[in-house]
């Protein structure tokens, strides 16, 4: 299967609800990085784990590399969270990152 | 503080047509530099990746090649553009040593359109 399978491809969520995006790895992996990329097509960095867990404000992300998932939760959603989320893990080679397919977030009002 | 530049922002070429496409950091010394190519409504999928200056690994080939003439500069190129050439470019950067994975940053990206 695919080294990194993100899920839910699509979510939908209204203002102020809590939701988790997650990343399944088919091998273990070094480390995990979080991106937003907004309408325009900026990415922005969100989070570089190597292990455990981290917050930053209303985002919260943890990385198991033993169990081989990665985690995002977005907490209190408002509409400029909105984008598609990208996880990207390394496998070992360092100089390479496999991206998941990404998550597609739409916040409503 | 660290910037990024990519050039030009959009393209719009003709199947056969070479290309160019430019990327600056500013304010940080030796990174590694990276390009990634996203088809519309698809993920990211890297293409180069160089750790010095004229040293540059091709990840996937996609009849295009880079070059790093400079440390702060990065340049994807390609004589003849194909039809699957149309997509986001995107340069990136990061610190680490060789081995490690760093986190990454990317520019604004080229918005390619090959007709």
């Known amino acids: 299967g695919m080294p990194v399978e993100q899920n839910p491809p699509a979510l939908s969520l209204y203002e102020g609800a809590d939701s988790g995006l997650r990343c399944n790895f088919s091998?273990?992996?070094?480390?995990v990085q979080w991106f937003q990329q907004n309408h325009r097509g900026r990415l922005i960095t969100l989070f570089y784990?190597?292990?455990g867990t981290k917050e930053n404000g209303r985002l919260k992300s943890t990385f198991n590399s033993k169990e081989r998932y990665s985690t995002l939760h977005i907490k209190d959603a408002q509409l400029e969270d909105s984008g598609t989320y990208f996880c990207?893990?390394?496998?070992?080679?360092?100089?390479?990152?496999?991206f998941g397919g990404g998550t597609r977030l739409t916040v409503r009002p | 503080a660290q910037t990024i530049h990519q050039w030009p922002v959009a393209e719009i070429k003709a199947v056969g047509s070479p290309l160019s496409l430019g990327c600056t950091i500013k304010?940080?010394?030796?990174?590694?530099l990276y390009w990634y190519w996203q088809a519309t409504g698809g993920t990211l999928q890297q293409l180069f990746y160089?750790?010095?200056?004229?040293?540059v690994e091709s990840v996937v080939q996609l009849n295009l090649s880079a070059s790093r003439p400079k440390d702060d500069q990065f340049i994807l190129s390609t004589e003849k553009l194909l039809l699957s050439h149309s997509g986001f470019y995107l340069c990136?950067?990061?610190?680490?040593?060789?081995?490690?994975?760093?986190?990454?940053?990317f520019g604004s990206g080229t918005r390619l359109t090959v007709l």
């Open positions: 990136a950067w990061s610190l680490g040593d060789w081995g490690v994975a760093e986190t990454l940053y």
């Open positions: 091998t273990t992996m070094k480390s």
């Open positions: 784990l190597a292990q």
């Open positions: 990207a893990a390394d496998h070992n080679a360092g100089a390479k990152l496999t």
């Open positions: 304010g940080k010394s030796s990174p590694n």
């Open positions: 160089s750790i010095t200056v004229g040293q």
